[in-house]
């Protein structure tokens, strides 16, 4: 069984783990990431699930369920309402590095598990969005879309102008399956790929936690890039850190 390595950034960095890493992806035929919450915290996004994050403030049984807000809309806005308020984040050094390796042919795409958009805004083309959008809202009744930019127009919460229903986030909700179309893509991106880039997720949330053991069980690689490894029984390298620290250290090795 090959070894596998680790290194701890800011301790004893062995350099040449992200040269393995860069050697790691210049080998591969088609790269994929599949990133989380942590990518983005050091864009000023509190991890959803962490200490001061939404889920500590809003019981997601209460708040994040389609069953809560086909009965009480207006509640389960006053919980979406602090959610507008995070979308003025910018996307951070690590977002650019995706998009740079991207840019040059070294990322085939992203499947993120974060609804925020800051993939795109740092300049990623091929993203799947696996738990929906907080940019576009959608009517219930008449399926017609609405923008964030309408939304903030709108006295809270907004309404569909035809149909006056108040609108619904497409963000997939707890109690939802990820929609066809999104697991399709996921798939396709999936079907070729021979290295995963697996960045700021703890891997706990059924069914994208399920992508590195289908890489894995496929004969494909993974790296793993976490503050907090959780996928050492399956990575090929992981690289311990802040998810923009290390990509700069890997980028700069690439691009
Ligand atoms: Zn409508």
Redesign the pocket.
């Known amino acids: 069984m090959q070894k596998k390595e680790k290194i701890k950034l800011n301790t004893h960095m062995p350099e040449d783990l992200f040269d393995k890493a860069a050697a790691l992806l210049k080998q591969s035929h088609n790269t994929v990431a599949l990133t989380g919450a942590g990518v983005s915290t050091e864009s000023g996004i509190a991890d959803f699930r962490g200490k001061g994050g939404l889920w500590s403030r809003y019981d997601p049984y209460e708040y994040g369920t389609m069953g809560a807000f086909l009965s009480d809309p207006e509640k389960v806005w006053r919980m979406l309402a602090s959610l507008l308020k995070i979308v003025k984040a910018e996307p951070n050094t690590g977002h650019k590095g995706m998009a740079a390796l991207e840019e040059k042919g070294l990322l085939t795409g992203i499947i993120t598990q974060n609804i925020d958009g800051l993939h795109q805004k740092g300049g990623s083309r091929n993203v799947v969005e696996f738990h929906g959008s907080q940019d576009t809202f959608s009517?219930l009744?008449?399926g017609?879309s609405y923008s964030l930019a309408y939304v903030r127009e709108c006295l809270l919460p907004p309404h569909?102008i035809?149909?006056n229903?108040i609108l619904k986030p497409d963000i997939v909700f707890f109690d939802e399956r990820i929609p066809h179309m999104v697991l399709a893509r996921t798939q396709h991106m999936l079907a070729s790929a021979d290295l995963l880039l697996v960045a700021g997720t703890s891997c706990q949330v059924e069914p994208a936690s399920r992508i590195p053991y289908q890489i894995h069980n496929n004969g494909g690689k993974i790296i793993e890039i976490n503050k907090e490894p959780v996928l050492n029984h399956l990575a090929e390298i992981t690289l311990e850190g802040n998810f923009s620290t290390v990509l700069e250290e890997l980028v700069e090795r690439l691009v």
Do not use: F, G, T
């Open positions: 009517c009744s008449c017609e569909c035809a149909c229903v």
